[in-house]
């Protein structure tokens, strides 16, 4: 079945700068890709839907990249706040069946230091 | 917009006790789920649920058991808490089944003493 490898699972970042967070999957047929963001004591909060067909997708404050040919999908915070700092999790998907179980990377735990 | 409520938010066990976490939806969402967060494991599904009364094991069901007696709530119960156990149970209820988006409640942190 699906797997998916999420890295780095920690990551510190002064405001301002960029931050990086990629996650590989192995299932070619996969067709959506979720980022989900959370808040320490809060609950997961969809940061962005990613279809197959979309290699680029804009988000306010980041950018999220998928690259099918290398089964990878990139999500990339440019000029990182404070209000940042939090869990990331990437979640992918196959459409083909008749129920869509999301499969998740281990999560990316993002601290952004003044 | 609707809510996902999850109670208790913490819940403290014993060894071999039997311990029920429950979930209510208001989004009229036909799909619930269960998951499991382990720190550095990401979220592992135990249970869901396509419709009322509809029960589908997931990758982490082995000492679990699940109930969903109405559309609105989905329970999940640890049939033998396992010491030194500690995680937090995710419920969430999706708009659509096909496409995976899910909506989360804000958790509920077991520990077993």
């Known amino acids: 079945g699906e797997q998916v490898e999420q890295r780095p699972p920690h990551l510190s970042v002064r405001e301002g700068d960029s931050a990086v967070i990629t996650c590989t999957y192995t299932?070619?047929?996969?067709?959506?890709f979720f980022w989900y963001k959370q808040e320490p004591g809060a609950s997961l909060q969809l940061l962005m839907k990613?279809?197959?067909?979309?290699e680029i997708n804009e988000g306010q404050g980041f950018t999220v990249l998928l690259n099918k040919k290398d089964k990878r999908l990139s999500l990339n915070l440019t000029a990182a706040h404070p209000g940042d700092s939090a869990a990331y999790f990437c979640?992918?998907?196959?459409?083909?069946?008749?129920?869509?179980?999301?499969?998740f990377g281990q999560g990316t735990s993002l601290s952004v230091v003044p | 917009g609707g809510i996902i409520t999850q109670t208790p938010k913490f819940l403290i066990g014993q060894e071999g006790q039997k311990l029920t976490l429950k979930c209510q939806q208001n989004?009229?969402?036909?799909?619930m789920y269960w998951y499991r967060q382990d720190s550095g494991k990401g979220l592992r599904l135990i249970y869901y649920?396509?419709?009322?009364?509809?029960?589908q094991k997931g990758d982490l069901s082995e000492g679990y058991d699940a109930s969903r007696e109405k559309k609105s709530s989905f329970s999940l119960t640890v049939t033998s808490a396992q010491k030194n156990e500690m995680a937090v149970f995710l419920c969430?209820?999706?708009?659509?089944?096909?496409?995976?988006?899910?909506?989360f409640g804000e958790g509920s942190k077991l520990t077993v003493l």
């Open positions: 969430a209820s999706s708009i659509d089944r096909n496409t995976g988006q899910l909506y």
């Open positions: 299932d070619p047929n996969s067709y959506y």
């Open positions: 990613v279809f197959s067909s979309t």
């Open positions: 979640a992918v998907s196959a459409a083909s069946s008749s129920f869509s179980k999301l499969v």
């Open positions: 989004f009229n969402h036909d799909t």
């Open positions: 649920s396509i419709t009322e009364n509809d029960l």
